[in-house]
């Protein structure tokens, strides 16, 4: 929403300026992008959160925040909440290291409904949540969010995480919208895709994007696959990009090609 409202404002050369608040959750925004809301839009405050329906809402930004902190995190704690960020045998990482986040407190729900062995895989015996989301958890009691510990690409063994790389792309003047996930290759483990939703009227090449990328981004983040799309299919409820119909997409054309 926050994309076409910004790409209409500057196509139409309309200057906003009566917008107090924009508030951001649901799906990771980008620096980019929330500098975008504030300087584009002129939105007076930008509030950024993070929760899961499972856990309520556990990150929020403040009043007093400074710009920094609203557009590069999601907020600090809640209050009368326990977090966590742990590795894959569940133990605490460093302050400003990625890892798994998990929450517990008041807000975590009882469990989900008839469905016991759901729940035993969510919350653990000692009332720890697993929220399945990369995070990185700053001193200072506010943090980042990576992205879904799924969705972390492993190529040749490097961990690449998409939303580096998405916010990469939307630096671009041209691309209003890059998506990122890994593709089963058999040699390297994980091929990396992105798919670019470009600017109205704009047409830039996959030779253009190899371009871009080349002294910027490492080598092995360079997407092997481009593809470019008009509009992102998005879920009905929290309108959430779907990647899993991305992938599907690009794995029926690689393989007609292969035939």
């Known amino acids: 929403m926050y994309v076409d409202l910004i790409n209409t404002s500057q196509d139409l050369n309309l200057k906003v300026t009566t917008l107090q608040v924009a508030g951001c959750g649901g799906a990771p925004c980008s620096q980019q992008l929330a500098l975008q809301i504030k ?84 919350i653990r015996p000692d009332g720890w949540a697993k929220t399945g989301d990369q995070f990185v958890l700053q001193e200072d009691g506010y943090a980042r969010i990576v992205g879904r510990m ?10 690449i995480f998409p939303s580096e ?13 890059a998506q990122v996930f890994g593709v089963p290759d058999p040699k390297v483990g994980e091929e990396i895709c992105v798919y670019l939703r470009l600017r109205e009227g704009v047409t830039i090449t996959e030779q253009d994007v190899v371009d871009f990328c080349k002294d910027k981004i490492a080598h092995y983040r360079i997407p092997r696959y481009i593809r470019f799309i008009n509009e992102f299919t998005r879920t009905s409820t929290t309108g959430k990009i779907q990647k899993a119909q991305l992938l599907a997409k690009l794995l029926s054309e690689l393989s007609l090609k292969n035939l």
């Open 165 to 177: 790389i998405e916010e990469f792309f939307e630096t671009h003047p041209d691309i209003m919208e």
């Open 39 to 122: 300087q584009t839009l002129n939105v007076r405050h930008l509030r950024q959160g993070y929760g899961m329906t499972e856990v309520s809402g556990v990150f929020f930004s403040t009043l007093n925040d400074t710009l920094e902190q609203v557009t590069t995190t999601v907020g600090c704690l809640v209050d009368h909440c326990e977090v966590k960020v742990v590795d894959r045998e569940g133990r605490m990482v460093p302050m400003g290291t990625p890892g798994e986040l998990w929450v517990r407190g008041y807000n975590v729900m009882l469990g989900y409904f008839n469905d016991e062995e759901k729940t035993r895989e969510f």
């Open 150 to 159: 799924k969705d972390v690409i492993i190529r040749i063994g490097l961990k």
